[in-house]
């Protein structure tokens, strides 16, 4: 597997809206959203996403992600009730994010039972290929994908589904202006873009 393009891998981009980094070990997960991209590229029909009852009151902030009131959350399922599907998704694939390691440390967390083969991370490669700006969001604009992404999956920034979708879309594009990206193996793909899976750096299960 690891001589193989870097497209063999089975890559599943994700994202999850959490209530803040501020509460530490009581922070809880709003949403969560997963596009598998066999062949590098989202595959819609696939696609998984999901608000999540924090189980609490949740105070608004500037950061809380659009839409996502405690009205709204008070009828969605608990994390519980969506963890079999999250880990059936995400379990032994290679996890593509915008600054991922954020969304892991929480996912993490919360479902200790997911094991990746490994974390991708996008900004990561951003920053081996361009300066200025990384956030998700500016590199859409910059490679014209905005409008693509929501054409795919609907929604808007910072949503779950959306900025899964915009980090699975922005891989193949951010690979394309690597020198030598497009013939990447995985195994190179990991070197160039990958993120530790635990505070030691080591991943917790076989790459390969």
């Not at 890559?11 to 009581?26: I, P």
């Not at 054409?151 to 879309?169: F, N, Y």
Request: glycine fraction near 12%; include cysteine; charge should be negative.
């Amino acid at each position: 597997m690891h001589n193989q393009p870097w497209t063999a891998a089975r890559l599943v981009a994700f994202d999850l809206e959490g209530t803040g980094s501020q509460d530490r070990e009581d922070e809880a997960i709003l949403e969560v959203g997963a596009v598998p991209l066999p062949g590098g590229r989202p595959d819609v029909q696939g696609a998984y996403d999901s608000i999540v009852n924090p189980g609490r009151h949740i105070p608004r902030r500037p950061w809380s992600p659009p839409g996502l009131t405690n009205d709204v959350l008070a009828s969605a399922p608990s994390l519980e009730h969506i963890t079999p599907e999250l880990t059936a998704l995400l379990d032994g694939a290679y996890i593509v994010g915008h600054n991922v390691h954020v969304d892991w440390r929480l996912l993490s967390l919360r479902c200790p039972g997911i094991r990746p083969a490994a974390l991708i991370d996008t900004l990561k490669l951003a920053r081996r290929v361009h300066e200025g700006k990384r956030s998700l969001t500016a590199l859409l604009d910059r490679y014209q994908l905005t409008d693509e992404v929501t054409k795919l999956v609907g929604g808007q920034p910072h949503r779950a589904l959306w900025d899964a979708a915009g980090a699975g879309l922005l891989l193949g594009k951010l690979l394309g202006d690597l020198p030598g990206g497009g013939a990447l193996t995985v195994a190179g793909l990991r070197d160039v873009a990958g993120s530790p899976l635990g505070d030691d750096g080591e991943h917790p299960v076989p790459l390969f």
